[in-house]
């Protein structure tokens, strides 16, 4: 014969079982920011410049810039009191510019097509996170 049909209790939303919905939903979200779900737009260059500000958090504006392959004219922005520097690795000796005291500096340089990584060259802000990558395309 037929086995008897089990019926189950109809689902009933209880005050704990949603909450326990929307934390789930919440730490999904911060999960996906955090691996670079999100996509944040590269800030674009301004007037031909590469506009990039340095923090006294020992960090940059941005983690990531954009430019084209080519000439490219740096604007070097401090944000706050403490001194920074600027350097492309593995181009340390083509261009440095640094800023000190809310100052702004601007230098230029020829990179061709490619991934760099700028960051600051004085000593431990590297080390504190002081460093952004430069997509040249």
């Avoid at 014969?1 to 326990?20: F, H, K, Q, Y």
């Amino acid at each position: 014969g037929r086995l008897p049909s089990v019926a189950s209790p109809p689902m009933r939303d209880t005050p704990n079982s949603i909450w326990r919905r929307v934390a789930s939903v919440l730490l999904l979200v911060g999960v996906a920011a955090a691996c670079g779900g999100a996509v944040t737009p590269l800030p674009a260059p301004v007037d031909g410049m590469l506009r990039v500000v340095a923090l006294d958090t020992l960090d940059f504006g941005s983690d990531q810039y954009g430019a084209e392959a080519g000439e490219i004219t740096i604007q070097y922005v401090l944000d706050g009191m403490q001194g920074h520097s600027l350097v492309v690795e593995d181009h340390e000796d083509r261009l440095r510019l640094e800023v000190s005291g809310g100052s702004t500096a601007v230098g230029t340089i020829d990179l061709d097509a490619g991934r760099y990584i700028l960051y600051c060259d004085i000593p431990g802000h590297r080390e504190g996170g002081m460093e952004a990558r430069l997509l040249v395309g």
